[in-house]
């Protein structure tokens, strides 16, 4: 007998699904490397950006810049405190100091003045307030300067010196005077120009006088009064070009 066979099966007919999955699964890899790529690019954007400015002179220039301007503006759009009013005019006067010069009022024109009403024995035994500003006041120059107004005139013989009290306070030689001799008259007409009650007294308070020899502030020396007036005295500082 003769075996039959069929039609045979077309070259390819088995393979198209196989061919078609391969295809499929090939185009899933290019998408999805086509991703990555342009994850990783973007990714890399901001670094490029970062580089490229980093690396621009231009950038640094004003980069610079904005940091010294910045807190210029700040400064300049800062309200500052009000300048402290007049009191009173600080009266004339004519005292010896602790080298025996004499001093005036007129030799305190063109500094500020913090100043203070004491005796001598008050000096020698509890010092003065002025010790502590004028370690407050030493990078000033010569636009502050301190004044002790010392009550001499009742001072027994053999006391202490001016010269000898001025070194027992530490006081700087070109920055803190000791003005003695009798004051009482001086303290009378201050607290008359500051038209005080009669009868009363500046002993232990601290007074500041601007470059025209007006009071401009009256004080006791505790912290906080001293801090205000150190925050006077930079202001007439800058205001009168010290």
């Not at 005019?89 to 030799?107: K, N």
């Not at 000898?164 to 700087?172: I, P, R, S, T, V």
């Not at 009363?200 to 025209?212: E, S």
């Amino acid at each position: 007998m003769t075996d039959v066979k069929g039609p045979r099966p077309l070259r390819g007919a088995r393979s198209a699904p196989l061919t078609s999955a391969i295809r499929e699964e090939n185009f899933q890899l290019s998408a999805a490397a086509s991703a990555a790529a342009a994850y990783k690019k973007e990714g890399k954007f901001p670094q490029r950006v970062a580089a490229r400015l980093t690396g621009n002179r231009w950038f640094w220039a004003l980069f610079v810049a904005a940091a010294f301007a910045l807190p210029l503006v700040r400064s300049v759009r800062r309200a500052l405190p009000p300048a402290p009013p007049v009191l009173g005019s600080f009266p004339a006067f004519s005292l010896v100091d602790q080298a025996g010069h004499a001093v005036r009022d007129t030799d305190l024109l063109r500094h500020l003045v913090i100043a203070e009403f004491t005796t001598a024995a008050a000096l020698a035994e509890g010092g003065s307030p002025l010790a502590k500003v004028q370690r407050r006041v030493r990078n000033t120059g010569e636009a502050v300067h301190l004044v002790s107004f010392v009550d001499t005139s009742s001072s027994p013989s053999g006391g202490p010196t001016l010269a000898a009290l001025a070194k027992g306070a530490g006081a700087g030689a070109w920055r803190w005077t000791l003005a003695g001799g009798d004051v009482k008259r001086l303290e009378a007409a201050t607290l008359k120009a500051l038209r005080a009650p009669e009868g009363g007294t500046l002993a232990g308070r601290l007074i500041l006088l601007d470059a025209r020899g007006r009071v401009r502030r009256l004080g006791a020396p505790s912290p906080a009064e001293i801090d205000l007036m150190m925050r006077d005295t930079g202001l007439l500082v800058n205001m009168e070009g010290l």
